[in-house]
């Protein structure tokens, strides 16, 4: 492969993918022939995927518990055609699990094509090898999930891929980092703690004026707030451990987009070898037909708790893309449904409140990850952040103080009373 510089993706060696193969793609994979893009959310989320077997007639979808197929001569061509992914094989390849899943996912993006992986660094690490190359470079934000920096900054130099770290909210910051070089932009749609917004129309903008690709991670907005297939983003992918999922009980990833571009993708998955189980697909396919119903719960509550901690005199600032106030004003108009169930906000007293107030809480429980039915709360230093410095931290606009709080779907009457007995009893000690 010529390590030669490139402009965008023009002289690429996978620019038939992108441009000049010939070869059609259906949407899918699918085993339903069925289509429920007519409805709204909810309906999806509960038929969408949803696979009738014929010989038991169960309402819910079976558990294909097996790791191989049966082969015959239409397989066999399959493989020789190139359109195995069209087909049951192996599981690694792929399985009727994992159809009825992927055809769930797909429709709630709008898209055309999904595949589920073991784990949302899973989703990220195969959608980012299959749109990378040795010599190019990459732009992502400064304040990103700690694993996918990790990722990023720690391994991708390794094979002779730059990254450059920008203000995902500075449109001109990051137009001044493309050069002849840049062939992938990644961001997350939300950001993790600040929740800052991405500009993700004007990403958009940017990736077709500079013939780029670009991946946004949807996990703290969800389908629910935010579709950016619909606004010309290449790939969008999540961390289905949580919203998705929601209940606390499964690892999992997704990552959806065109059927060209997946299918990209999973040439990557299957090197990689992040499927996903069979059993994590039954779970994950059960949880999203209450999707809908919890991220009402989540929105709802979120913004009544975010508006009570911004009253609250203890409480230093509360950033929450629901306020009036949010700086991002233009993004958030495009969210019609809610803004997630995401605050963070910093409280008086540093780290050392923080962990007090953690402590005193009754119903959110101290845990890392989010978007469970349960309220989650954590400190950004030494859970989601630990990898950074604390200059790092700072940098990106982390105090001392900050709370990342994940609003679960209790009652948030008794989520505000727990709130104000913790910050009572920790400033009257």
């Not at 060696?13 to 409805?39: A, H, I, M, V």
């Not at 055609?81 to 769930?104: C, H, M, V």
């Not at 969800?222 to 999540?238: A, E, M």
Request: charged fraction near 25%.
């Amino acid at each position: 492969m010529s390590n030669k510089p490139f402009k965008g993706i023009e002289n690429q060696r996978n620019d038939l993918w992108f441009g000049d193969l010939k070869r059609k793609r259906k949407p899918g994979p699918s085993q339903t022939n069925k289509t429920y893009s007519e409805y709204s959310m909810s309906t999806q989320s509960v038929h969408a995927g949803q696979y009738d077997d014929p010989i038991s007639g169960a309402i819910g979808t079976p558990i294909f518990q097996s790791s191989t197929f049966y082969l015959n001569s239409d397989r066999y061509e399959s493989v020789e055609e190139g359109t195995a992914r069209d087909t049951f094989i192996y599981t690694r390849y792929g399985n009727p699990s994992q159809w009825s899943l992927q055809e769930k996912i797909a429709t709630l993006e709008n898209a055309e094509s999904a595949i589920v992986f073991s784990s949302g660094m899973a989703a990220i690490s195969s959608s980012v090898f299959a749109l990378v190359e040795k010599g190019c470079n990459i732009i992502t934000s400064r304040d990103l999930y700690g694993g996918t920096y990790n990722l990023l900054y720690e391994d991708l130099q390794r094979f002779g891929i730059e990254v450059k770290f920008v203000d995902m909210t500075d449109v001109e910051e990051i137009e001044s980092a493309i050069d002849d070089r840049t062939k992938l932009m990644f961001f997350e749609s939300l950001s993790n703690p600040l929740l800052k917004m991405a500009p993700v129309d004007k990403l958009v903008e940017i990736r077709k004026n500079h013939g780029l690709r670009i991946i946004i991670d949807n996990t703290f907005l969800t389908p629910f707030n935010l579709k950016p297939l619909d606004l010309g983003v290449d790939l969008v992918v999540n961390s289905a451990t949580k919203y998705l999922g929601g209940h606390s009980d499964l690892v999992a990833g997704t990552v959806s987009g065109s059927r060209k571009m997946i299918d990209m993708v999973w040439g990557q998955m299957l090197k990689l070898g992040g499927s996903m189980d069979p059993h994590a697909c039954f779970m994950l396919e059960r949880s999203l037909k209450t999707f809908a119903l919890r991220m009402r719960a989540h929105n709802y509550n979120a913004t009544v708790l975010a508006d009570f901690l911004q009253d609250h005199p203890r409480i230093k600032q509360v950033f929450f893309p629901g306020f009036d106030t949010y700086p991002y004003e233009a993004d958030k108009e495009r969210m019609g449904a809610g803004c997630s169930g995401m605050i963070s906000f910093v409280i008086e007293g540093g780290d050392e409140m923080s962990h007090a107030l953690l402590a005193a809480l009754k119903l959110p429980r101290e845990a890392t990850s989010l978007g469970g039915v349960e309220s989650l709360v954590s400190l950004p230093y030494n859970t989601s952040q630990a990898s950074l410095t604390k200059k790092q931290r700072e940098a990106i606009g982390i105090q001392d103080g900050t709370i990342r709080l994940s609003v679960g779907i209790e009652d948030s009457e008794d989520l505000i009373n727990d709130f104000k007995q913790a910050l009572d009893f920790i400033y009257e000690k």
